[in-house]
């Protein structure tokens, strides 16, 4: 099946820094990258719809400012936390749908980055 | 609005025991469905999807919307299937974006 990769899988940062976080197709192409964000016990939650070429859509909540996404290429969307705080300590993952594949929904995720701020 | 509900956090059976996660879900429309499987130390991957009507793993689930439900099942319960199971619908979007709404997921245990 298609692969997703994230860099970096874990980062500890400093309250105040931001951090970039990246997405990869490795195998194909995906217009369409999908933000998500892991709380503890918990599930799932979207934050963003990443398109190339154009602006990201937010979800409801998400404050876009705060989440920067840039979809540069047809391969990598990267999200970064600007003035990271502790309560955005959380697991970040990613997933791609592969292009030309009409009619099937399957979304491809990566390995998930697990983001720490002191 | 779309939401997918799985009441239970966790589940333990014995090895060899039948098996049933369950999950409903809302939402206007017909809704496409997924189950998602995440083993230890490893990605979500894509476990089945009910367009498919497949059997992977000795896994089968049934869309019934009659009663707006998606139960993964299988008959008999293996180690290897320990994981925490995710259900999941598609969101689909004017955009044409279809991004996932997930439920809160349950823990299989299964015990030898």
């Known amino acids: 099946g298609a692969v997703v990769s994230q860099h970096p899988s874990r980062v500890i940062c400093k309250s105040g820094t931001s951090v970039k976080i990246e997405c990869r197709s490795l195998?194909?192409?995906?217009?369409?990258m999908f933000w998500y964000r892991q709380f503890p016990k918990k599930s799932l939650m979207l934050m963003a719809t990443?398109?190339?070429?154009?602006?990201?859509?937010?979800e409801q909540g998400v404050e876009k400012d705060k989440f920067l996404i840039n979809h540069a290429s047809l391969t990598l969307s990267t999200l970064t936390v600007t003035s990271a705080h502790p309560e955005d300590s959380s697991f970040y993952i990613c997933?791609?749908?592969?292009?030309?594949?009409?009619?099937?929904?399957?979304?491809?995720f990566g390995p998930g980055t697990r983001l720490t701020v002191l | 609005a779309q939401r997918v509900t799985q009441p239970e956090k966790l589940l333990s059976v014995f090895k060899g025991a039948p098996v049933e996660l369950k999950c409903n879900y809302s939402?206007?429309?017909?809704?496409?469905l997924f189950w998602y499987v995440q083993y230890s130390r490893q990605r979500l991957q894509l476990l089945l999807r009910?367009?498919s009507r497949e059997s992977i793993k000795g896994f089968t689930a049934d869309l019934n919307k009659g009663e707006t439900s998606f139960h993964l099942k299988k008959p008999f319960a293996q180690e290897e299937d320990s994981a925490m199971y995710y259900c999941?619908?598609?969101?689909?979007?004017?955009?044409?974006?279809?991004?996932?709404?997930f439920g809160k997921g349950t823990r299989l245990s299964v015990i030898a």
């Open positions: 997933s791609a749908r592969e292009e030309g594949t009409s009619g099937n929904n399957e979304q491809f």
């Open positions: 195998d194909f192409q995906a217009t369409t």
């Open positions: 990443s398109n190339e070429g154009s602006k990201a859509t937010y």
């Open positions: 939402y206007s429309g017909s809704p496409e």
């Open positions: 009910h367009i």
């Open positions: 999941a619908l598609i969101k689909f979007r004017n955009s044409g974006n279809t991004p996932l709404v």
